[in-house]
């Protein structure tokens, strides 16, 4: 019978419990009325009524509270507190629809004798399943002890804890091991049967049952506490992995088995706050609002983000065709789900064609434009100097002139930390962005707030190191760095996404905001977390027989060995705990305006060298490699090279 029940879907098995409580609030009625005459009674006359309302009124509050989301194997004290709740509530609105109906012929007290039969009977009924299970599953230990079934240890003693051991109790593959926890005064002790080791005390353990998965099971964990569990766990042949809602496990709306391991987002990511502060709500709700790069990774994270804020229009504009249509159907999908009622519009463009940009602007009028849209990895655009350069400058240049014809309220850029002290073309381009928006801002007549949101490197974006350090891994190492040494800032996408969107709602104009990335990682360090969170070794002296290699391959042209979000001292605070103020210099329009002009002539002939000394011009800090980088420029020297003189030449 237990196995035909397991068998049924969550919908069945919410059917059950719900014919259940109608057949529960029934018999409590009937029983009150019993027990208040002293005999068996049928009813008759006016109590109809109560058998009537008991169910129409206690099943909604029953529903409202949750008490069929959950499943009853795995209730405990706070599920009990729940339905003590519900059925309060429940006698509440009985009594008030006793004295409303005037029904002189039902004594008083069996509205309050019903909910106290119908209280007891839901908690008898609940803890009677819960102890049914519980039963079945200690009888089936001993079984899967002895049989096949993988052990594993759940690291955390606690509530949450206890529920995942109920869940993997019922599974046939899986057998808990014991528990792991940090309070030392649970060491030794056994809970439900499970002995509570400390994490000291774990190697022996996972060595006797051959443990290869850790679950982690508190909700409270800390990131910070999540990378010493990792650091301490390390060496051991294990899988790290835990739960992203332990509701969702307990309710049925995950399994076991998509308990994920533990990314290294999960490690370096801080937790964000919800955009709800309501300086950022008036500028994005009602409003039309567009992102150029829409289709990027940060793009379309501001995408989803601002969506969640329900604009009137958003404008999504891109010059990638796939990229733009992927995240326009998710975002419609999303629209449609969460009933937003915002008009998704996707606009194929290109942010350096001035005229279409401009026509987009006036016809459209968004209230805000966060401009995301550049080239943005190191190299490529090393190897591609007057293209990288067009594309990030003139399109900055673009959407800063049409806004200014247009009066849009607000332009953020999103800038990047390679745009302090650049040693790179692409560092030293979106600088260059900086700067005209910085001389935009300070123009007599000028209304747009034109600010710029730097920080750096984002995980899981493409070019990131993270995707292809994980492609390495799968594909059996070696993991390649470019130096020991070398240091990077890291933010998770939604995480960045968000303090642009709050930075953006900040801005009054002319503002570089620098965004908290915490401390910056050694790309080595986080290779080694990589690895270990695979459950694999590093392949070192230490480690000669281990799984994956790390690499050094020398540094790559333009690239840094750290990064800096700084280019003066001293930032100023603002009102987000997390967003500080630049206080950089600019150059007045007047004179960035001709060396402009001069650098979108060298852009048009390719002229590498006249390229760089204009941005050296403007941007004395940029350091520029003194070899050629440029792929075009490398080739047409060496066809030159190559070239046979010929006679006329000679003379």
């Known amino acids: 019978m237990q196995k035909s029940i397991l068998s049924l879907s969550q919908g069945q098995k919410k059917a059950l419990a719900l014919l259940f409580d109608l057949t529960a609030s029934l018999c409590s009625v009937w029983l009150a009325f019993s027990f208040r005459y002293d005999s068996v009674r049928l009813p008759t006359g006016q109590e109809w009524v109560i058998y009537l309302l008991a169910p129409l009124l206690m099943l909604p509050i029953f529903i409202k509270k949750g008490l069929y989301r959950a499943i009853y194997r795995y209730h405990g004290l706070a599920a009990f507190i729940t339905i003590l709740k519900a059925v309060v509530i429940y006698a509440f609105f ?45 009888k089936n230990n001993d079984k899967k002890n002895s049989s096949s079934s993988e052990q594993i240890l759940i690291y955390g003693a606690c509530l949450s804890g206890l529920q995942v051991q109920n869940v993997i109790s019922s599974l046939p593959n899986l057998n808990i091991a014991g528990f792991i926890d940090d309070d030392p005064s649970l060491y030794g002790r056994t809970i439900n049967g499970h002995m509570v080791y400390s994490p000291s005390d774990a190697l022996p353990v996972i ?32 899988n790290l992995r835990f739960l992203p809602n332990i509701q969702d496990l307990t309710e049925g709306k995950i399994t076991i088995t998509e308990i994920k391991k533990i990314d290294i987002e999960d490690l370096l990511g801080r937790d964000t706050t919800p955009l709800s502060d309501q300086l950022t709500i008036n500028s994005i709700t009602g409003k039309v609002i567009m992102v150029t790069g829409a289709g ?62 401009s026509n987009i602007i006036r016809i459209y009028q968004p209230s805000v434009i966060y401009h995301a849209a550049a080239y943005k990895h190191v190299p490529m655009v090393e190897y591609n100097i007057s293209q990288g350069v067009r594309n990030n400058v003139l399109g900055t240049l673009s959407l800063a002139k049409a806004v ?21 073309v692409m560092g030293a381009s979106k600088r260059l962005c900086e700067l005209i928006l910085q001389a935009f801002s300070a123009e007599s ?42 240091t990077r800032y890291f933010m998770t996408i939604p995480e960045a996404a968000q303090l642009v969107i709050h930075a953006g709602s900040m801005g009054r104009g002319g503002e570089v905001y620098l965004l908290d990335m915490g401390d910056p990682v050694k790309i080595i360090d986080l290779a080694h977390r990589m690895v270990t969170l695979s ?75 006249g390229i760089k000394q204009i941005l050296k011009k403007l941007i004395p800090e940029y350091q520029p490699s003194i070899a050629t980088t440029d792929h075009l420029q490398r080739e047409a020297e060496s066809t030159t090279k190559k070239l046979p003189i010929t006679p006329q030449q000679k003379n």
Not at 404 to 424: G, M, W, Y
């Open 404 to 424: 200014r014809q247009h009066r849009t309220p607000a332009l953020i850029l999103v800038s990047t930390d390679k745009a302090v002290r650049p040693t790179n």
């Open 535 to 609: 459950g694999l070794l590093v392949r070192d002296h230490q480690t000669p027989h281990g799984d994956i290699e790390i690499k050094v391959t020398g540094l790559r042209p333009g690239e840094k060995l750290y990064e800096e979000l700084l280019i003066g001292n001293n930032p100023s605070p603002t009102a987000h705990p997390r967003i500080f103020k630049a206080n950089d210099h600019f150059i007045p329009w007047p004179i960035l305006e001709p060396e402009l002009n001069n650098l979108m002539q060298y852009i048009k002939t390719d002229n590498i060298t």
């Open 207 to 238: 060595q006797r049952h051959n443990i290869k998965n850790i679950l982690l099971a508190s909700p409270k964990i800390t990131r910070f506490r999540r990378l010493e569990i990792v650091e301490h766990f390390k060496n051991y042949p294990v």
């Open 94 to 138: 009985l009594i008030v629809a006793h004295l409303l109906l005037n029904t002189p012929d039902i004594p008083r007290s069996i509205v309050f004798l019903q909910p106290i039969i119908i209280l007891l009977i839901t908690l008898f009924s609940r803890g009677y399943i819960r102890y049914w299970f519980s039963l079945h599953n200690n």
């Open 445 to 486: 007549g000028n209304t747009t707030s034109l600010s710029m949101v730097r920080f750096g490197n984002v995980l899981g974006s493409s070019g990131s190191v993270v995707p292809l350090f994980r492609t390495q891994i799968s594909q059996g190492g070696p993991i390649t760095i470019t130096h020991k040494e070398i």
């Open 296 to 357: 990027g990774s940060i793009g379309s994270e501001l995408s989803l983000q601002l969506l969640a804020l329900q604009p009137a229009k958003l404008l999504l504009v891109d010059n990638a065709e796939y990229n733009l249509f992927n995240i326009h159907n998710s975002l419609i999908e999303l629209n449609l789900k969460n009933d937003f009622g915002t008009l998704i519009v996707p606009l194929l463009a290109d942010v350096t064609n001035e005229a279409h940009i």
